[in-house]
């Protein structure tokens, strides 16, 4: 596997050549790939040389992977919902799902903690950076 990412950083290196790179101060639009490109490369390295002194991946057990699945799942979820009810109400309820059923937190910090993130977000994002994102179909 350490020989498959050294091939792959190889290759988007390659790949990245059509790009002007620039310099430190100015850098181009293919700097950050080749930096990418780069590290991605001395971890393959890394791994090939170091990594068969590692135990193998059918022996290390998971007893936290349902609760992996369904994080996972409810990230999806909210995922496919930001566009159809935007986004402070996609974050609100993702929150309110995360903190309240899956953490088990007590349902007052789990609303306040929702909704003023959601709002803050929003307002940083949305008003500050001029990032546009998804209104609701209410215009919320």
């Given amino acids: 596997s350490g020989l498959m990412l050294l ?13 002007p790179v620039g310099t430190l101060a100015e850098p181009g639009p293919g700097y950050l790939p080749l930096a990418l490109a780069v590290f ?3 971890m393959g390295l890394l ?7 590692s135990q193998p ?15 996972l799942a409810a990230c999806a979820m909210a995922t496919f ?8 109400l996609t974050i ?9 059923v899956i953490e088990r937190r007590r ?4 609303a306040l903690v929702s909704l003023g993130f959601s709002f803050a977000s929003f307002y ?4 500050l950076l001029h990032v546009p994102l998804p209104r609701s179909p209410w215009g919320f």
């Fill in 7 to 19: 091939a792959l950083a190889l290759y988007v290196a390659w790949a990245n050549r059509a790009y």
């Fill in 124 to 127: 940083v994002v949305a008003d």
């Fill in 57 to 71: 991946l059918a022996s290390i057990k998971w007893p936290e992977l349902t609760h992996a699945v369904v994080i």
């Fill in 47 to 53: 791994i090939a040389l170091w990594g068969g002194g």
């Fill in 81 to 88: 919902a930001l566009e159809r009810i935007g986004y402070r």
């Fill in 92 to 100: 609100i309820a993702l929150l309110m799902f995360l903190l309240g």
């Fill in 107 to 110: 349902p007052l910090p789990v």
């Fill in 40 to 42: 991605l490369g001395a």
